[in-house]
């Protein structure tokens, strides 16, 4: 009897376990459920036509489809998942054209990605097509290491793995790059 008692106790402790071991997991997946941190947008816009000025002369326009902004999140971004179309004016209302199929601008580093058909096309119709660009604005600067076609305007063109310029074109360095220079000045 005490056999029977002993394999009786075992089988109701096995069976204990594996109950406990079940419901421990769930109760695991929950708590883990509960620290994920979501990104919730502090904000959100559909069809935004945005005109930065500065001393009440228009410096930029930005048309984009979609907005997303997470500016409450510890490292704050704004997202733009259905692309921008943006107008730049220089000083002498010059307008240049920078599109893409999506964007996202990150507040604390002052950095801009610019992610799918990126093309930018300048006042003088010097233009550059990559898959991916980056734009510091602090510092006024493109680049990118991914692949890149520069026309410039005059038959001219460069081509090639990474290559970061000047928001103006007037600097522009590569690394392994290849084309034809028609004219120099």
């Known amino acids: 009897m005490i056999k029977n008692f002993k394999n009786i106790f075992t089988y109701i402790v096995t069976v204990f376990a594996v109950a406990m071991f079940f419901s421990c997991e769930s109760n695991f997946k929950e708590v883990q459920k509960l620290n994920q941190k979501t990104f919730i947008p502090s904000g959100q816009a559909d069809t935004i036509n945005l005109v930065y000025t500065d001393s009440g ?10 907005m997303i902004d997470y500016g409450t999140l510890e490292n704050p971004y704004t997202e733009f998942p259905k692309g921008i179309k943006v107008t730049i ?28 058909n990126v093309k930018i096309i300048s006042y003088d119709n010097k233009v550059l097509e990559t898959s991916q660009l ?28 990474g290559v970061d310029f000047s928001k103006d074109f007037t600097i522009f360095n590569m690394q392994k790059s290849n084309g034809e220079v028609n004219n120099i000045d």
């Open 134 to 161: 980056y734009y510091d604005q602090k510092n006024e600067w493109f680049f990118t290491e991914k692949q890149f076609k520069y026309s410039d305007g005059q038959g001219g063109f460069l081509q090639g793995p």
């Open 57 to 66: 002369k228009v410096k930029a326009i930005l048309v984009s489809p979609k």
């Open 89 to 116: 004016f220089d000083d002498k209302d010059n307008k240049s054209y920078i599109d893409a199929d999506y964007a996202v601008s990150y507040k604390k580093t002052n950095l801009i990605d610019l992610q799918g």
